[in-house]
Nanobody, 115 residues
Framework: QVQLEESGGGLVQPGGSLRLSCAAS????????MRWYRQAPGNQREFVAL???????NYAASVKGRFTISRDNAKNTVYLQMNSLKFQDTAVYYC?????????WGQGTQVTVSS
């Protein structure tokens, strides 16, 4: 059974940093591309970052240069380091993977950027 569990969200001031983690179980983690998405109130869920099983990365334009995605295959965990946070980064952040054409999401972790 595939499970994804995010952690690390919280309240942070503009310009601050947070690191999100997503622990995966039920899969051979190193075989899968991993993604982060986010959803702000009233908005559709949007892509944030991707790390392939080979370690290549890709980012949404809105976070490029501020966020860094990484993975630790020994810990079955993907990370999202978020720096220079802005009000508009406030959202629930989800990790995601696709396995055998089926989509898997974590429960999400809330990030609130507020002064």
């Amino acid at each position: 059974q595939v499970q994804l569990e995010e952690s690390g969200g919280g309240l942070v001031q503009p310009g601050g940093s947070l690191r999100l983690s997503c622990a995966a179980s039920g899969i051979v983690f190193s075989n899968f591309d991993m993604r982060w998405y986010r959803q702000a109130p009233g908005n559709q869920r949007e892509f944030v970052a991707l790390i392939t099983r080979g370690g290549d990365t890709n980012y949404a334009a809105s976070v490029k240069g501020r966020f860094t995605i990484s993975r630790d295959n020994a810990k079955n965990t993907v990370y999202l380091q978020m720096n220079s946070l802005k009000f508009q980064d406030t959202a629930v952040y989800y990790c995601y993977l696709q396995r055998f054409a089926r989509n898997y999401w974590g429960q999400g972790t809330q990030v609130t950027v507020s002064s």
